[in-house]
Every structure is written in C-alpha cells, then in structure tokens.
C-alpha cells in the first residue's frame, strides 16, 4: 500500500501561483510513477500532470502547458505541482496518484493504483 497525502492548496487570486506537494508513505516511492488530477464541481477528474519513477519523463495537460510543472524528490518521498498564473478555471479539488514504475500512459486515470484524498484550490477572479 502507498499513501498520499496531497498539501498546498488555497485560494489565490487570479494570475497568483500555488505549489502543491503529496507525500508519500508506506512503500519504496521511487517504484511508482506519479501524477496530478483535477475534479471541479459537476465535472469528471481529468489528468494535469504526470511524472517517471526517476522524475526524468514528464507529461502534461496540453492546455496547461507553461503554466504548470511537475517534479520530484525522491529522497523526501515527495511529488510536486508548481501551478502559475493561475486562473479561475483552475479551482478545483487536486489529486496526487501514483502508478507503478512502468507505467506509460500516465494520463489515463485507470493506471494509477493509489490515490490521496485531495487539496483544494480556489483561483479568486
């Protein structure tokens, strides 16, 4: 079992930035890749995010490209979300998973084995 648990969130005003961080416990964090999803009330959870075991692949939501980053830090157990010029559309509830290390679709929800419980995050007009 891996736990996650997601921190960072807030409410930012629009064109703010936020970093969120999900720890994770329970096993050897560098056997899983990791990623970050969304959820905005009355919408389906959509990838963000998503980042190799080593931190050397990345993958992003197309739209949220220049705006966002993800990375690593396996010595602390710990993957980030760097979110920039945030804009209203970004509220939402934010997910960190985490999928096992040979993972390679890393955008599709369904290869993700371990989820945390979520971070709000509310962008403010």
């Known amino acids: 079992q891996v736990q996650l648990v997601e921190s960072g969130g807030g409410l930012v005003q629009a064109g703010g930035s936020l970093r969120l961080s999900c720890v994770a416990s329970?096993?050897?964090?560098?056997?899983?890749?990791a990623g970050w999803f969304r959820q905005a009330p009355g919408k389906e959870r959509e990838f963000v995010a998503g980042?190799?075991?080593?931190?050397?692949?990345?993958v992003y939501k197309e739209s949220m490209k220049g705006r966002i980053t993800i990375s690593r830090d396996n010595a602390k157990n710990t993957v980030y979300l760097q979110m920039n010029r945030l804009k209203p559309e970004d509220t939402a509830v934010y997910y960190c998973?985490?999928?096992?290390?040979?993972?390679?679709?890393?955008?599709?929800?369904?290869?993700?084995?371990?989820w945390g419980q979520g971070t709000q995050v509310t962008v403010a007009s």
């Open positions: 980042i190799s075991w080593s931190g050397g692949s990345t």
């Open positions: 998973a985490a999928a096992p290390a040979g993972a390679t679709m890393l955008n599709l929800r369904y290869v993700y084995n371990y």
């Open positions: 329970g096993r050897t964090f560098t056997n899983y890749a």
